[in-house]
């Protein structure tokens, strides 16, 4: 007795992205506003990532911290914020885009004490030449994506996607495909 809507079953759920609903929730939550119980979904995500290893473990810490701060919980905040840094300490691109965006949301948040703070401390992570690169990366005509993962919810940035080829950027948070308008 072969059981083969299993099979079937294994080999449909390999072809979908493996989107965790927690991860949506919390991408819904805080689209709402609802700061505290979007940093609470991000942390949780953070911590069952940073457990399995998985690459995006940075990110999501530095999405609890937002959380934190925008719920006026700022020590708790900046404390994510850091770690999620530090867990993207051996990707320096990645590293420098993500920290530059912290350093700016800090200064808006007028939180200038604590941008100096991870301005300094990003000094002394990204390897020398990274900082002094100034000027606008030369701009090659990327296509249009849309303003959220059709998968996930998450907030895609066209700067920081990987791009799996010239029109199929890769969600920066769940992983799924996302294609561009052409
Ligand atoms: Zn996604």
Same mark, same amino acid.
């Given at each position: 007795?072969?059981?083969?809507?299993?099979?079937?079953?294994?080999?449909?759920?390999?072809?979908?992205?493996?989107?965790?609903?927690?991860?949506?929730?919390?991408?819904?939550? *805080? /689209? +709402?506003?609802?700061?505290?119980? =979007?940093?609470?979904?991000?942390?949780? #995500?953070?911590? $069952?990532? %940073?457990? @399995?290893?998985?690459?995006?473990?940075?990110?999501?810490?530095?999405?609890?911290?937002?959380?934190?701060?925008?719920?006026?919980?700022?020590?708790?905040?900046?404390?994510?914020?850091?770690?999620?840094?530090?867990?993207?300490?051996?990707?320096?691109?990645?590293?420098?885009?993500?920290?530059?965006?912290?350093?700016?949301?800090?200064?808006?948040?007028? *939180? /200038? +004490?604590?941008?100096?703070?991870? =301005?300094?401390?990003?000094?002394?992570? #990204?390897?020398? $030449?990274? %900082?002094? @690169?100034?000027?606008?990366?030369?701009?090659?005509?990327?296509?249009?994506?849309?303003?959220?993962?059709?998968?996930?919810?998450?907030?895609?940035?066209?700067?920081?996607?990987?791009?799996?080829?010239?029109?199929?950027?890769?969600?920066?948070?769940?992983?799924?495909?996302?294609?561009?308008?052409?």
């Amino acid at each position: 007795m072969f059981r083969r809507g299993f099979r079937r079953g294994a080999m449909r759920r390999a072809m979908q992205p493996n989107v965790p609903p927690l991860l949506q929730r919390a991408h819904e939550l *805080m /689209a +709402a506003g609802n700061y505290p119980a =979007a940093a609470e979904a991000f942390e949780q #995500l953070a911590r $069952g990532a %940073e457990t @399995r290893q998985r690459p995006k473990t940075g990110q999501l810490y530095l999405q609890a911290g937002r959380a934190r701060i925008l719920a006026g919980q700022k020590n708790v905040g900046v404390a994510h914020l850091k770690r999620g840094l530090g867990l993207m300490a051996a990707r320096p691109v990645q590293l420098q885009r993500a920290g530059e965006r912290v350093v700016n949301e800090l200064k808006d948040h007028g *939180m /200038a +004490a604590e941008a100096q703070e991870i =301005a300094d401390w990003l000094k002394t992570r #990204l390897p020398v $030449g990274t %900082e002094a @690169r100034g000027g606008a990366p030369v701009a090659s005509k990327k296509p249009i994506l849309p303003a959220t993962c059709p998968a996930c919810g998450g907030v895609v940035r066209a700067d920081d996607v990987d791009w799996l080829d010239e029109i199929t950027a890769e969600c920066d948070w769940c992983g799924s495909p996302i294609r561009a308008s052409e």
